[in-house]
């Protein structure tokens, strides 16, 4: 295998890697291996924040973070693949990656809240800030849902942060803007890896 990726199946990040080499058709190059298991583990070496996704290279190289790993196999395939080359549908593509990774980076601290404060209540004000963040964000995509061709980091990033909700239930956002559920549907029945990568299996 060419390369290895540290990745989880409930990642999000980590889908958004995968999904991107299902698309550029490096898939079959990637061993997948988990995440950090202990504080020896040598992903803290590739990647001092410890967080995955990480792609290491054959040379050992570590790539990281999504947003990262996504613009290396772009431009180590076709480069226009996941990222336009034309620079306003370039823009829109990065600006709704950030939309997307925002989305997941506000879903993870709701998770965390409770995972790493086993002992406490949740702190509703807090939950509330970042379940705003999803919902206002989830408001504006469901006014003008984004192209689904070509495929792009943006829509694979918000197809993963909608799927991210779906399995940890953050925000209902079936029931906030159905908008989205057809374009979440076309885009899963357009894009290569959004199904296998599932994080139900
Ligand atoms: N900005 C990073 C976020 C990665 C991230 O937060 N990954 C989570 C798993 S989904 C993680 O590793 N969390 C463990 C930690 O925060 O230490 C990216 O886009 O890759």
Redesign the pocket.
């Known amino acids: 295998m060419a390369f290895t990726l540290r990745s989880?199946p409930a990642?999000?990040?980590?889908r958004k890697a995968r999904i991107g080499a299902h698309v550029v058709g490096l898939i079959d190059d990637i061993a997948l291996e988990g995440?950090p298991s202990g504080d020896e583990d040598v992903i803290y070496q590739q990647n001092p924040?410890?967080?995955?996704?990480v792609l290491v290279t054959e040379d050992g190289t570590a790539i990281?973070?999504?947003?990262v790993i996504l613009e290396y196999l772009d431009a180590i395939t076709t480069p226009g693949s996941l990222i336009p080359t034309e620079i306003g549908a370039r823009f829109d593509a990065l600006r709704l990656q950030s939309l997307g990774?925002g989305i997941l980076?506000a879903a993870?601290l709701i998770i965390y809240e409770g995972r790493y404060r086993p002992d406490q209540d949740p702190y509703e004000p807090w939950l509330d800030f970042q379940r705003g963040k999803i919902e206002r964000t989830l408001d504006v995509l469901a006014a003008a849902p984004p192209p689904l061709v070509p495929i792009t980091v943006g829509t694979i990033t918000l197809a993963c942060a909608l799927g991210y909700l779906d399995f940890r239930k953050q925000v209902d956002w079936r029931a906030r803007t159905p908008a989205l559920i057809p374009w979440l549907d076309a885009f899963a029945a357009a894009c290569p890896g959004y199904d296998e990568t599932s994080p139900d299996g």
């Open positions: 989880a990642s999000p990040f980590a995440g924040l410890g967080k995955i996704p990281y973070d999504s947003p990774d980076d993870i």
